[in-house]
T-cell receptor, first 112, second 112 residues
């Protein structure tokens, strides 16, 4: 089946630690996105990438980093500089940057 | 950027039509209205989108007023599985490119 796979489903981070969230898609989509969702809130854009080897900051990029070395992969690293990382993280993709988004099932990140 | 306003919550009886309103009074002529829904702890799911004309697909209907300042998403025969948060989004051009900005949406509860 085609789709977007996020892993792991649950992740725990210790103080001062970097953690990486995986996002893989086999939809052959050019554009990929990372969103953060806090309890009872909407989604906020962290980073997005319209094409391989290129990405742009979203509204809340501080404390996060990404790479886009392959079309199908867009990993997100939550660095130790992100002081409030506990949230639900969602990855999405679209055919181009102008079409509807397809979302993964999300990763819940918590701080120990 | 065009903003949207949705009621925070609504109830609907199973089998009845669910009509979810959205105000977007500052929408510009080339901005589309998108609807997504998010079932608890899952990624949002695309429902429908439109520009000027009413649209219908297998999931829902979208009614856009002639002045485009508001729209209504209609689920013709709501089921318990339609209980979710529904997001009305206007596609804007911002420092996030054409990325969609999600607000808090409307929490729809379908009751037996």
């Amino acid at each position: 089946d085609g789709g977007i796979t996020q892993s792991p489903k649950y992740l725990f981070r210790k103080e001062g630690q970097n953690v990486t969230l995986s996002c893989e898609q086999n939809l052959n989509h050019d554009a990929m996105y990372w969103y953060r969702q806090d309890p009872g809130q909407g989604l906020r854009l962290i980073y997005y990438s319209q094409i391989v080897n290129d990405f742009q900051k979203g509204d809340i990029a501080e404390g996060y980093s990404v790479s886009r070395e392959k079309k199908e992969s867009f990993p997100l690293t939550v660095t130790s500089a992100q002081k409030n990382p506990t949230a639900f993280y969602l990855c999405a993709s679209s055919i181009t940057g102008y079409e509807k988004l397809f979302f993964g099932s999300g990763t819940q990140l918590s701080v120990l | 950027d065009a903003k949207t306003t949705q009621p925070p919550s609504m109830d609907c009886a199973e089998g009845r039509a669910a009509n979810l309103p959205c105000n977007h009074s500052t929408i510009s002529g080339n901005e589309y209205v998108y609807w997504y829904r998010q079932i608890h702890s899952q990624g949002p799911q695309y429902i429908i989108h439109g520009l000027k004309n009413n649209e219908t697909n297998e999931m829902a209907s979208l009614i856009i007023t002639e002045d485009r300042k508001s729209s209504t998403l209609i689920l013709p025969h709501a089921t318990l599985r339609d209980t979710a948060v529904y997001y009305c989004i206007v596609r804007v051009l911002s420092n996030s490119g054409y990325a969609l900005n999600f607000g808090k949406g409307t929490s729809l509860l379908v009751t037996p």
